[in-house]
């Protein structure tokens, strides 16, 4: 239902855009997220796109960097990262929110819709 790919190798400073494709009623879910997870470390909210109320949200650590945005006509959320930072190198996983949820979207438990991650990796 959810396939994200674009990730790879970039050197500090670069840009990379992340693409999550979605089938068709997992797309019109109100929110879709991304997350991240670093060797042992827990997965971390980065981003999120509420298109009902047309907000966004950031994780703090790629506020003014990142950008998630979604195309309609290609049933596609993206995340765009520019000044990637070694500190960015996790896999990405992209998610859908649950139905009718009213908990927070920063946690993972809001989620129950994941993509099979994609690696990005940022060289120093």
């Known amino acids: 239902q959810l396939q994200a790919f674009g990730g790879g190798l970039v050197q500090a400073g670069g840009s990379l855009r992340l693409s999550c494709a979605a089938s068709?009623?997992?797309?019109?879910?109100?929110?879709m997220g991304w997350f991240r997870q670093a060797p042992g470390k827990e997965r971390e909210f980065v981003a999120a796109?509420?298109?009902?109320?047309?907000?966004?949200y950031y994780a703090d650590s790629v506020k003014g960097r990142f950008t998630i945005s979604r195309d309609n006509a290609k049933s596609t959320v993206y995340l765009q990262m520019n000044s990637l930072k070694p500190e960015d190198t996790a896999i990405y996983y992209c998610?859908?929110?649950?139905?009718?949820?009213?908990?927070?979207?920063?946690?993972?438990?809001?989620?129950?819709?994941w993509g099979q991650g994609t690696q990005v990796t940022v060289s120093s």
């Open positions: 796109f509420n298109w009902f109320a047309g907000s966004t």
């Open positions: 998610a859908a929110r649950r139905e009718y949820y009213s908990g927070s979207s920063y946690s993972t438990d809001a989620y129950d819709s």
């Open positions: 068709g009623r997992t797309f019109r879910r109100s929110v």
